[in-house]
């Protein structure tokens, strides 16, 4: 037994001694900063798994998104200063500063604030550059830019002298104007221009552009309803007296019919429910009845037979139909990330053809002739002698703008319902020779491009303005927060044009 015992005595002996050997691990420095603010000891290491996972997803996220908003102010920025000089040019005294039309509705399948999100953050900053002024024409449904642009066309004319069958009412833009004329106040002369935005805002300006010109002054007839055919009066009953038939009253009745004084007057059976229906139908009469557009004075099979007025100008003001892509539904998500952080794209396209607008660089709309052929023109037939044609026609630039558009509309907007009349939206455009040869479309100049892509690269600045250095990401980071460089002086146009003002400091 103590030889037993021995061994295992001495084992825990050398464990012991090997234990006292070993010194303790001293604790990590704590902070003394973090010591007296009562804040434990961070120790560094690197995330887990899922940390990194989550910091590189949102990080990744988050840089892109912020290189987008940096890129698409730059490229503002160079078409903002392109078109800053006009906001300098002298003013006469009793002039009016150039006034555009800007053209918008809700895209298919959405409401108003998109299209109005989309002016102020594409279009408005190179407007306030140039010191320009602008007036917008809404639309909440189908139809009413359509109305308003022939309203305009048809206010136009009137002014010029043609006059209609019923005396137009004075509406409080033409007062404003008679007043202007009064004082001696008028327009600047020069070109004006109309801006679009969106395909179907763009078919609806079509559509009233024609219905304008080619239609009458005073609205269409409207169709009386048919009155009920008046019944023979062999059909009807012979009359029954009343007298000889009805019986003579009751001491009851007469009681009723003749109450006393002191007795209560008798209601009328079903008071309660009589009163509830006269209060829903005074409600119903009540609710305000939905505002539908004005119903066009031309359909469109009646362009080619209709004349044009003495009054129509060679040529009209020149338009810009900008894009104005929507999309919507869940399924599209990756289509909408992908756009929503390759802005910038969009906003260098928006800002070319606004700076056109600015500049008013203008050409005619194209136009292109097809035909095809089913005879071989080497053929000795007579038939090939004249080009065997068997259908010609022609397509118009018109017609082709902003096409790609529909096929990303809303579903429910592309549904055509049973006996449904004239849809703007779906059915194609239809141009009339006479209106589309006087049409002009905005388009930038070369020189003026060329000198965008040297303000861009920093070599060149505003006309008349000193060089303004681009600042960096992180300057523009630091100033945003307060932190940057305060420069004295007149604001640069691209300043007044990103704050969305049109005064200086």
């Known amino acids: 037994m103590a030889d037993n015992v021995a061994p295992s005595a001495g084992t825990s002996s050398s464990s012991q001694q090997n234990a006292a050997s070993k010194a303790p691990i001293p604790p990590p420095k704590r902070n003394p900063a973090f010591r007296m603010m009562g804040l434990p000891n961070f120790r560094f290491k690197l995330p887990s798994r899922n940390w990194l996972i989550f910091l590189s997803i949102t990080g990744s996220f988050t840089t892109a998104l912020m290189y987008d908003r940096h890129q698409r102010k730059l490229a503002q920025r160079k078409w903002c200063t392109l078109v800053s000089h006009l906001a300098r040019e002298p003013l006469p005294v009793s002039s009016l500063q150039r006034k555009l039309t800007i053209y918008l509705s809700a895209p298919p399948g959405d409401g108003l604030k998109s299209a109005r999100e989309y002016f102020q953050e594409y279009i408005k900053p190179v407007l306030v550059a140039a010191a320009l002024d602008w007036e917008v024409i809404e639309g909440r449904r189908e139809g009413d830019v359509r109305a308003g642009m022939a309203e305009r066309v048809r206010r136009l004319r009137r002014k010029q002298g043609e006059a209609g069958q019923a005396e137009a009412e004075e509406d409080a833009e033409e007062l404003v104007e008679q007043t202007r004329q009064r004082t001696g106040i008028r327009d600047l002369d020069g070109v004006k221009g109309d801006i679009v935005i969106g395909r179907n805002t763009w078919k609806e300006y079509i559509r009233g552009l024609h219905e304008g010109w080619l239609g009458p002054l005073d609205p269409p007839p409207t169709p ?19 007298t000889d038939t009805a019986p003579p009253p009751d001491d009851s009745q007469a009681a009723q019919a003749n109450p006393s004084p002191t007795s ?7 008071t309660a429910e009589n009163k509830a229906t006269d209060q829903a139908k005074e409600k119903e009469k009540e609710k305000p009845k939905p505002i ?10 009646a362009y080619t037979t209709s004349t044009l007025p003495p009054t129509i100008p060679p040529t009209f003001e020149p338009s810009s139909p900008l894009p104005f892509p929507h999309i919507l ?25 606004t700076a056109a607008v600015v500049l008013a660089s203008h050409r005619p709309y194209q136009q292109t002739s097809s035909f095809s052929s089913s005879i ?6 007579p038939a090939a002698a004249n080009g065997g ?7 118009y630039e018109q017609q082709r703008v902003l096409e790609e558009e529909e096929p990303e509309w809303h579903k429910s907007a592309r549904k055509r319902k049973e006996g449904e009349g004239e849809r703007l939206w779906l059915d194609d455009v239809v141009v009339d020779p006479r209106i589309a040869e006087r049409m002009r479309r905005f388009e930038l100049a070369p020189a003026d491009h060329e000198r965008a892509e040297r303000i861009a690269e920093g070599k060149e600045g505003a006309l008349g303005e000193t060089l303004v250095e681009n600042e960096s990401l992180l300057s523009g980071l630091l100033a945003r927060v307060g932190w940057g460089r305060k420069k ?8 007044q044009g990103d704050e969305g003002t049109e005064e200086g400091p």
């Open 224 to 242: 009386e309803p048919t009155a009920p055919s008046p019944t023979s009066d062999a059909a009807l009953p012979d009359p029954i007296s009343v």
């Open 264 to 270: 209560p007057p008798a209601e009328a059976p079903h």
């Open 292 to 301: 539908t557009p004005t119903p066009p004075y031309l359909p469109i099979s």
């Open 329 to 353: 539904g869940f399924f599209n998500s990756p289509i909408r990330i992908y756009r929503f952080l390759h802005r910038r794209y969009l906003a260098d396209a928006i800002g070319r053809q």
């Open 376 to 381: 071989d023109p080497d053929s000795p037939s």
């Open 389 to 395: 044609v068997v259908q010609s026609g022609t397509s």
């Open 488 to 495: 004295e002086g007149r604001k640069p146009g691209w300043v």
